[in-house]
């Protein structure tokens, strides 16, 4: 081994580096226009000085941590991935674009929430429409009472009919006393067919309704809406009388006509006003029927006219109807 190399332990020569002038025993040179040593030496870096990083593993470029990686781009093939230390490449395979799916994923989503939110409002929204009446809304308290109280005395007639119903039958199903039972059941029906019809008077606790017209005259559709009225609330037996004390019996039949300067024709006859209708029945449920909000007399007042009322502990309904000849029909015994 020459003078010029060094041992290196790794059983390869080095070359030695230029000698590094000093006097003796490595001391620096004692001379005033002696140089520097270190600008002497070729390793010494010129200008500043930067710090290395640190060594990562043989082989490996170092990864700038800057850099970012677009997923989207990136294709689902096959391609050699370059190596610095002389190893074999080998084919890497990368992934596809993770990005698009999810945002696919995420609108899918809302469109899903969005479209359930709708039908959860739509049927809250019907549900509301349908389980609200805006007539009962807007309605008073007293006039609520009054519906109620129309109600509960509409079931116990009801009420009243099973049970006389259910009485008879047991009568005519008693034996000995099933054929009495059977005449007097009978001529009870009869009776209420003749009163219904118009062929016999009643009489029995009532009401009396008079209609007074205002600037425009009481016409036939508010005294047909009234006699509906009555019907509903359970009248059994009613008349009507003009201003000239004429009276006609109203049945099921019965037509309403306008006449001449405010009179009205009922079955063919002429009634001057005002009005009065005579009713058997319930009173306090009749007049309640009549005050409802909106009919009729709220109509009748609207149109400038006026409906007052009378209780009657014992109303009676004298006019008669002429019973129909049968032509063509006949009882069977």
């Not at 099921?252 to 009005?275: H, I, K, Q």
Request: no cysteine.
């Amino acid at each position: 081994m020459s003078d010029e190399q060094t041992e290196t332990g790794t059983g390869w020569p080095q070359p030695a580096g230029p000698a590094r002038p000093g006097g003796p025993a490595g001391e620096p040179d004692p001379r005033p226009d002696a140089p520097d040593p270190d600008e002497l030496s070729p390793l010494a870096p010129h200008g500043p000085v930067e710090a290395e990083p640190p060594a990562g593993e043989p082989g490996v470029a170092p990864v700038d941590d800057g850099a970012t990686v677009d997923l989207s781009a990136v294709s689902r093939s096959e391609e050699p991935v370059g190596r610095t230390d002389g190893l074999e490449e080998l084919p890497v395979r990368r992934a596809g674009p993770v990005v698009a799916g999810r945002s696919r994923l995420s609108t899918a989503g809302v469109m899903i929430a969005a479209l359930l939110a709708l039908l959860g409002f739509t049927l809250v929204v019907q549900l509301k429409t349908t389980s609200t009446d805006p007539t009962l809304g807007a309605t008073r308290q007293e006039d609520l009472v009054r519906i109620l109280s129309d109600l509960d005395a509409r079931e116990n007639r009801l009420q009243q009919d099973i049970r006389a119903l259910e009485d008879s039958q047991r009568q005519l199903a008693s034996g000995e006393q099933g054929r009495q039972a059977a005449l007097d059941e009978a001529t009870r029906r009869a009776d209420e067919l003749g009163v219904l019809a118009g062929t016999l008077p009643a009489v029995g606790p009532g009401l009396t309704v008079q209609f007074i017209s205002g600037a425009k005259p009481i016409s036939a559709t508010r005294v047909l809406d009234a006699v509906q009225e009555l019907r509903g609330a359970g009248a059994e037996a009613m008349q009507i009388t003009g201003g000239d004390r004429t009276a006609v019996r109203v049945i099921a039949s019965t037509y309403f006509l306008d006449g001449e300067n405010g009179s009205l024709v009922v079955e063919g006859r002429r009634l001057p006003p005002p009005f009065t209708i005579t009713v058997i029945g319930d009173p306090a449920t009749m007049r309640t029927a009549l005050n409802i909000p909106g009919g009729v007399v709220a109509s009748v007042r609207g149109d400038g006219g006026n409906v007052t009322f009378g209780e009657r502990e014992v109303a009676e309904v004298s006019a008669l109807h002429a019973p129909i000849k049968l032509e063509h029909a006949r009882p069977v015994s």
